[in-house]
Nanobody, 124 residues
């Protein structure tokens, strides 16, 4: 079992940056594919980015491509989401998720474990 704890959310002006972190428990973090999702009020939870267990494969939603970067440090059991050039439409609760097998990483239904989420608010 994996427990995930997100941090790094907050209030930022449009054009600013934030870095989210997701700390995972357990000794097998390096075998998990990791994803970031977000959910705005009144909307469904949507895919943002994902990274393979080794860190060399990354995937992004079109809406964040070129602005966000996902990375991981397996020695620290942590996955990161660097968010640059933030826009008001990026405002949402951001969730970290993990899956311990090959899966379609763009779908929230593929993930077995979820964090509690961290709020990101971008003001115009």
């Amino acid at each position: 079992q994996v427990q995930l704890v997100e941090s790094g959310g907050g209030l930022v002006q449009a054009g600013g940056s934030l870095r989210l972190s997701c700390a995972a428990s357990g000794r097998t973090f390096s075998t998990y594919n990791m994803g970031w999702f977000r959910q705005a009020p009144g909307k469904e939870r949507e895919f943002v980015a994902a990274i393979g267990w080794g860190g060399s494969s990354t995937y992004y939603a079109d809406s964040v491509k070129g602005r966000f970067a996902i990375s991981r440090d397996n020695a620290k059991n942590t996955v990161y989401l660097q968010m640059n050039s933030l826009k008001p439409e990026d405002t949402a609760v951001y969730y970290c998720a993990a899956v311990g097998r090959a899966a379609y990483l763009y779908s929230r239904d593929s993930y077995d474990y979820w964090g509690q989420g961290t709020q990101v608010t971008v003001s115009s």
